[in-house]
């Protein structure tokens, strides 16, 4: 055989090599991709708490300031979510406008259940409930994540 054409190709050694350094970088780059689809869910999932506790501010707010007409024992707050984007009468308008505080409910980016309604992803609690206990109840005074994982900084999304 003539030696121009036993040098040409790559070796088997060679190309089991070239594998294992690929397999390598794979092995270390995957981990990576996966903390960063958690960090942009744990974004989200900020983003969308603090929308969503805002807006139950405003409305708390609004209420405080007479925009709307408390019933005898409400607390201030809304009794749904979807109140929220849904609006309330002004009573201090003189053309009947309605108050909006949200434009769309965002969902529990952290639910697996996509099936369900943005309302639903979410844990509620009322004024009435503890905070180290939520519990559903006349209102709507915070909302929490209903996942049970833990977050890359160590707190329960249940917690955020």
Known sequence: MNAKYRNT???????????????????????????????????????????????????????DDGHMLPGVEETGYPKSLQVLVDGVEDTKSPVQAKIYFLRRLPRDPMSRDTTSPAEATWGKRSYASPPDAPQEGDDVYDVYSRATGVGLNGIPYRDW
């Open 9 to 63: 190709g790559f070796t088997l050694i060679e190309l089991v090599i070239t594998v294992a350094i690929v397999a390598i970088l794979a092995s270390a780059v995957l981990p990576m991709a996966e903390v960063a689809v958690q960090r942009s869910k744990e974004q989200e999932l900020r983003s969308a708490l603090r929308q969503i506790r805002e807006a139950l501010d405003a409305y708390k707010q609004a209420m």
